[in-house]
């Protein structure tokens, strides 16, 4: 039972290259979520997929597309790099229901846009 | 709109009690959430209160809740070495579809 995986661990890109980041989950979560952390501003939310088929854009989307593939899988694209999306990328999952959000995280994956 | 505010820095000595504070704007909050980072890791789940309780303690942990102040408050007792993180106050709010809201996290430096 690995949680939930990311790939790479960590990237560095040229300014306008293009790379997907991969996450996978083994908790059989209905939600995903895509989370970018910035030195002292907490995590600030990307992209976030409620249930297998339906993704929506957080607080930060602009730059950044995402599929969610299955109910396993959700990637996030960045498909013309800049120096500003160099930060620490976080996925997350959670299961729905009505109690409280647990949410599980990823190790991160640390991107380098230079 | 919602807001969620800690301290970026708390020092303690090894052995006494850490308290790292949080204050959250939304009064419609259902969960309040306490998540650990270590550092190059990832976030982990702490701990959760429901909004209608005042605490819950689990073994070296006890959180607080002031409702009407909308704080929230995380004690470690006994503080160790290990616990050197980063703490992150997080809050889930009715119909935000499990989306949650985060503080800026409060750095966690132990003193021997």
């Known amino acids: 039972n690995a949680g939930v995986t990311q790939t790479p661990k960590f990237q560095v890109l040229k300014t306008g290259q293009s790379m997907t980041l991969q996450c996978a989950q083994d908790?059989?979560?209905?939600?995903m979520y895509w989370y970018r952390q910035d030195p002292g501003m907490g995590l600030r939310l990307i992209y976030y997929s409620a249930s297998e088929g339906t993704t929506d854009k957080g607080e930060v989307p602009n730059g950044y597309n995402v599929s969610r593939l299955n109910k396993r899988e959700f990637s996030l694209r960045l498909e013309s790099a800049a120096p500003s999306q160099t930060s620490v990328y976080f996925c997350?999952?959670?299961?729905?229901?009505?109690?409280?959000?647990?949410?599980?995280f990823g190790p991160g994956t640390r991107l380098t846009v230079t | 709109g919602e807001d969620v505010e800690q301290s970026l820095f708390l020092s303690v000595r090894e052995g006494d009690s850490s308290v790292i504070n949080c204050t959250y704007t939304d009064s419609s909050s259902t969960y309040l959430y306490w998540y650990k980072q270590e550092p190059g890791a990832g976030l982990q789940l702490l701990t959760y209160?429901?909004?209608n309780m005042d605490m819950k303690q689990d073994q070296r942990l006890t959180v607080l809740l002031n409702k009407k102040d909308k704080h929230l408050s995380l004690r470690i007792a006994d503080t160790q070495t290990g616990d050197s993180a980063i703490y992150f106050c997080?809050?889930?709010?009715?119909?935000?579809?499990?989306?949650?809201?985060w503080g800026a996290g409060t750095k966690l430096i132990i003193k021997p």
């Open positions: 908790m059989n979560h209905n939600s």
């Open positions: 997350a999952s959670s299961d729905r229901g009505g109690g409280p959000s647990l949410q599980y």
């Open positions: 997080a809050e889930s709010i009715k119909d935000s579809n499990y989306q949650l809201i």
């Open positions: 209160i429901f909004s």
